[in-house]
């Protein structure tokens, strides 16, 4: 693993973490109280639509690089 993939990983979980915190805050300052149930939940989906994102974001990338979305035919069948 590359030191800029390090980087990354370590920037994101951070960045993770500071939005949780945050979060937390905000809600504390509002008066807004959550059980733990919540914050699980809370939790999970953040990392679901993390998850999601990287999948998506890797089919992207791999479709591009292997050549999937590459034209076939050329544009002047049909004229």
């Known amino acids: 693993m590359s ?3 390090i980087i990354a990983i ?3 979980a951070l960045a993770l973490f500071l939005a949780g915190w945050g979060v937390a805050v905000l809600w504390s ?3 807004v109280t959550m ?3 919540g914050w699980i ?3 999970l989906g953040s990392l679901g639509c993390l998850a999601l994102s990287a999948g998506l974001f890797w089919l992207l990338f791999h479709s591009a690089r292997g050549g999937h979305d590459d034209l076939v035919g050329h544009d002047d069948e049909h004229g």
């Open 41 to 43: 939940a809370y939790g």
């Open 35 to 37: 059980t733990m149930h």
């Open 3 to 5: 030191r800029t993939s």
């Open 29 to 31: 300052n509002l008066g």
């Open 10 to 12: 370590i920037a994101g």
